[in-house]
T-cell receptor, first 110, second 116 residues
Framework: AQSVTQPDIHITVSEGASLELRCNYSYGATPYLFWYVQSPGQGLQLLLKYFSGDTLVQGIKGFEAEFKRSQSSFNLRKPSVHWSDAAEYFCAVGLDKIIFGKGTRLHILP | GAVVSQHPSWVICKSGTSVKIECRSLDFQATTMFWYRQFPKQSLMLMATSNEGSKATYEQGVEKDKFLINHASLTLSTLTVTSAHPEDSSFYIC????????????FGPGTRLTVT
């Protein structure tokens, strides 16, 4: 069955600290991979995507993600978080239809 | 670029009435739009795929007679919740796909529906 797992429901990091949000997927083939961010009252914004090629993908707002085929993972990273990064983050995978993970809520400590 | 709007942003209706939600791609054409439902603190669940000029494809468990989808043009899809009940209260989000080859979707800001 196709699925996306974000094992961390909540993550709290201090401002300026590094961040890694985990995402694992189960899919019949290598799907397209996405990370979205959802801030209160706003729509989902695409941070980055992976279709093929270089497995380290650079996105907006200083985020990057690495696709690891052997681990079926697509973890999101940021070297130094800002208070404005506090939001809900969704990993998504798919081809003609996208499946979303349950999300990870990121809290930032001042 | 790639802006998707939804209207209304929030709506309150009485049980038994119908509500229409519009999803528009403002600066691109989208042959395919998607409708999602998001419960509080949960993920997005795909309800249906809306294709311009043809019938929508509904996901398993979604009542097509309750959630009517019309994709009348390349920039507009509508979701009508018919005979709404309190359990239909939710956050409805649409997305539009400008290029099926990349499967990249652009999301609207969502519509909060409350049925009293």
């Amino acid at each position: 069955a196709q699925s996306v797992t974000q094992p961390d429901i909540h993550i709290t990091v201090s401002e300026g600290a590094s961040l890694e949000l985990r995402c694992n997927y189960s899919y019949g083939a290598t799907p397209y991979l996405f990370w979205y961010v959802q801030s209160p009252g706003q729509g989902l914004q695409l941070l980055l995507k992976y279709f093929s090629g270089d497995t380290l993908v650079q996105g907006i707002k200083g985020f990057e993600a690495e696709f690891k085929r052997s681990q079926s993972s697509f973890n999101l990273r940021k070297p130094s978080v800002h208070w404005s990064d506090a939001a809900e983050y969704f990993c998504a995978v798919g081809l003609d239809k996208i499946i979303f993970g349950k999300g990870t809520r990121l809290h930032i400590l001042p | 670029g790639a802006v998707v709007s939804q209207h209304p942003s929030w709506v309150i209706c009485k049980s038994g009435t119908s509500v229409k939600i519009e999803c528009r791609s403002l600066d691109f054409q989208a042959t395919t739009m998607f409708w999602y439902r998001q419960f509080p603190k949960q993920s997005l669940m795909l309800m249906a795929t809306s294709n311009e000029g043809s019938k929508a494809t509904y996901e398993q468990g979604v009542e097509k007679d309750k959630f009517l989808i019309n994709h009348a043009s390349l920039t507009l899809s509508t979701l009508t919740v018919t005979s709404a009940h309190p359990e239909d209260s939710s956050f409805y989000i649409c997305s539009a796909c400008p290029d099926r080859g990349t499967y990249e979707q652009y999301f609207g800001p969502g519509t909060r529906l409350t049925v009293t």
